[in-house]
C-alpha cells in the first residue's frame, strides 16, 4: 500500500472518531489495524492521541496499535503514559491490553507490573501482569501460557510467590530474582 492510500484511510478513521454515530468502531478497527501494521507514521499521533479518548474501545484498541506495531524503547513519555493507563484505566480490558504491552515493550523489572500484580482488581489483569512479568524474564512463550492455564483452572492467586516460584523452577536466567 502506498503513502496516499495510507492517507486516505487515515483521514476517514480520523473523521469517524470525531462523529459520535458512526459505522460500527470494528470497521475502523480494521482499517486502523492496517495502518499499524504499515508502520505508518503519521498514524502513530492519532494512536497516542486516542490513549487519552474518553470512549474504552478506542483508548484500548490506540493501545494495541501503537503498542504491537511500533517499537517505543526510546520513547519514554510513551511507555510512562502506558504505565499509568495499566495502574488506573476504570477498563478492565484496557488495563489488560496495556500489562501486554508492557511486557512486550519494557525492561525487566517493570515495577508498574509488579503494582499491578499485587494490588489490580481484575484477577484477568493480574494474571495478565504476571505473564508479562514472565515475559521480560524471557521465559518461553509456551511456558508462560501452561503458568496462566495452571493459575485460572486451578484458581490459584496470581501473585510474587507465583511469579518467583515460576522464575525459579522455570526460569533461564535465576539472578533476575535479585532484582524483586
Request: glycine share 6%; net charge negative; charged share 25%.
Amino acid at each position: 500500500m502506498d503513502q496516499e492510500q495510507l492517507q486516505r484511510i487515515l483521514d476517514e478513521v480520523l473523521i469517524a472518531h470525531k462523529v459520535e454515530q458512526s459505522r460500527a468502531l470494528d470497521y475502523y478497527f480494521g482499517f486502523m489495524h492496517t495502518l499499524a501494521e504499515a508502520h505508518y507514521v503519521p498514524a502513530k499521533e492519532f494512536f497516542l492521541m486516542g490513549l487519552d479518548d474518553y470512549r474504552s474501545g478506542w483508548r484500548e484498541f490506540c493501545l494495541k496499535a501503537i503498542g504491537f506495531h511500533y517499537n517505543l524503547s526510546s520513547e519514554e513519555h510513551i511507555l510512562n503514559k502506558i504505565r499509568q493507563m495499566c495502574l488506573t484505566d476504570e477498563n478492565e480490558f484496557v488495563r489488560l491490553t496495556a500489562t501486554g504491552v508492557l511486557g512486550a515493550q519494557s525492561h525487566w523489572p517493570d515495577f508498574t507490573l509488579i503494582l499491578v500484580l499485587q494490588n489490580d482488581a481484575s484477577m484477568g489483569v493480574r494474571i495478565s501482569a504476571l505473564g508479562a512479568l514472565l515475559d521480560l524474564a524471557h521465559l518461553p512463550s509456551y511456558i508462560v501460557i501452561e503458568e496462566e492455564k495452571k493459575l485460572q483452572q486451578n484458581g490459584i492467586e496470581p501473585d510474587m510467590a507465583q511469579l518467583k516460584r515460576i522464575i525459579e523452577e522455570r526460569g533461564p536466567d535465576k539472578t533476575l530474582l535479585l532484582d524483586i
